[in-house]
């Protein structure tokens, strides 16, 4: 079974900060997403990295893919309240998707 | 909004009934996948079905079981219900063999008392 770690698992900031989140394995990812959910709703897809050492940007936000496809993390530059929420990364094994426990972010106004 | 709906939104269910929980897949998307959330956990996978079939199952007691229509809806059913059954369930639908880019429905909250 594959055991995907995130951390920290709680994170709260003040607006305008930059933060990074982390998402480790215990063996090499086949593909890896980034999801981030808000109360009430299911997780949105913001991201997926396939290629070891591969770096994503969407907006404010930075992704990157370990060499090793082991560990991947996710930066946020000039946090919003919009970001609040909960980041979660998942790995795709077959047609299995196995997520981790989430990063729960606040960014406080 | 991803187009994918589920029903009901809430439920609140005894201990020992049985509970059927439906999605509506986007509109293309031919594989649906059903997940467990836990308060503060990441969503568990339960199975997902394709073509109608089951195609994958987590580890997860044959109480859960699920059925795909042909256009593409899906039911997840629970039988004998347990308290700690109580959780956010997910359905997530996806074009199964293009990018496995999944998008969720907003979940059933399932209360077991």
């Known amino acids: 079974t594959q055991l995907l770690e995130q951390s920290p698992q709680f994170l709260s900031i003040q607006e305008g900060e930059n933060l990074t989140v982390y998402c480790n394995s215990s063996?090499?990812?086949?593909?890896l997403q980034w999801y981030r959910q808000e109360p009430g709703e299911g997780p949105v897809l913001l991201v997926t990295v396939v290629t070891g050492g591969e770096v994503k940007k969407l907006k404010r936000l930075t992704f990157q893919f370990g060499d090793a496809r082991k560990d991947s993390s996710l930066h946020i530059t000039a946090a919003q309240p919009g970001d609040t929420g909960l980041y979660l990364c998942a790995d795709r094994t077959g047609n299995q998707f196995y997520f981790g426990t989430g990063t729960s972010l606040t960014v406080i106004p | 909004e991803t187009g994918v709906t589920q029903s009901p939104t809430h439920l609140i269910k005894t201990r020992g009934q049985q509970v059927t929980l439906r999605c509506s897949s986007q509109s293309g998307h031919n594989t649906v996948s059903w997940y467990q959330q836990a308060l503060g956990q990441g969503p568990q996978f339960i199975f997902q079905?394709?073509?109608?079939?089951?195609?994958g199952r987590g580890n997860f007691p044959p109480r859960f079981s699920g059925l795909q229509f042909p256009n593409y809806s899906s039911e997840l059913n629970v039988n004998a219900l347990e308290l700690d059954d109580s959780a956010l369930y997910l359905c997530?639908?996806?074009?199964?063999?293009?990018?496995?880019?999944?998008?969720f429905g907003p979940g059933t909250r399932l209360t077991v008392t």
């Open positions: 063996s090499v990812f086949s593909s």
């Open positions: 997530a639908t996806s074009e199964r063999g293009v990018t496995y880019e999944q998008y």
């Open positions: 079905y394709y073509r109608e079939e089951e195609n």
